[in-house]
């Protein structure tokens, strides 16, 4: 039965998915992927759906595949009325995946910078960089998404030093550099 509340929330069929789980379907279960039915409706954008599991007692933190929660699926594809809804449902903003990306990470690498608004205001960590030291600011100037680095800058107490000094380092050694803005180059790193 699970397998099949999967496959409807992939699909989007809404009234399968009720169906299902007034018949006792599990929105918690995993199936053979490490996958739940929320992880699907919020990678595939399913916000009716949505709305159904964490009605029916989905957990927006339950981990699934890669370590990956639904609103790191959420994040990573522009899903901001999901996101929304995520975070209402207490969603952690903070879980990292298995390489150590925040939801933050996501939205600045792909440049949605209303997702990376709601994300700060639910208390996301700026700093939080994944396992091979790279941040939400570091992805933001090195892909050239100008807003997001502009509003990252102003949580600028916040971010480290260190993270600051590594995003100069990256500039000055990285091969390719023209992708770094040079309005990066010319922010006062040390105020």
């Known amino acids: 039965m699970n397998s099949d509340l999967i496959e ?3 699909e989007g069929n809404i009234e399968t998915v009720n169906d299902l789980l007034k018949a006792g379907a599990g929105p918690n279960q995993f199936n053979n992927d ?7 409706a919020a990678y595939y954008d399913r916000l009716e759906i949505v709305k159904l599991l964490i009605k029916a007692g989905a957990d927006p933190n339950q981990i699934g595949g890669y370590k990956e929660i639904p609103l790191h699926l959420a994040s990573h594809k522009g899903n901001i009325e999901t996101v929304k809804l995520l ?3 207490g969603a952690d903003p903070n879980q990292v995946d298995t390489h150590g990306n925040t939801s ?4 600045s690498y792909y440049g949605y910078l209303k ?3 709601l994300l700060l205001k639910a208390g996301t960590n700026p700093n939080q960089a994944n396992i091979d030291g790279i ?3 570091h992805w933001a100037a090195y892909i050239g998404h100008l807003e997001i680095v502009e509003l990252l800058k102003s949580y600028k107490n916040k971010v480290s030093s260190l993270s600051l000094l590594c995003l100069r380092t990256v500039h000055r050694n990285q ?3 023209d992708n770094i803005p040079s309005m990066i180059l010319e922010w006062d ?3």
């Open 104 to 107: 933050l990470i996501w939205a």
């Open 115 to 117: 997702i990376v608004e």
């Open 135 to 137: 941040t939400p600011l």
């Open 34 to 40: 490490g996958a739940t039915p929320l992880y699907w």
């Open 87 to 89: 975070l209402k449902a």
């Open 175 to 177: 091969i390719n550099t």
């Open 189 to 191: 790193f040390y105020q």
């Open 8 to 10: 409807a929330c992939k």
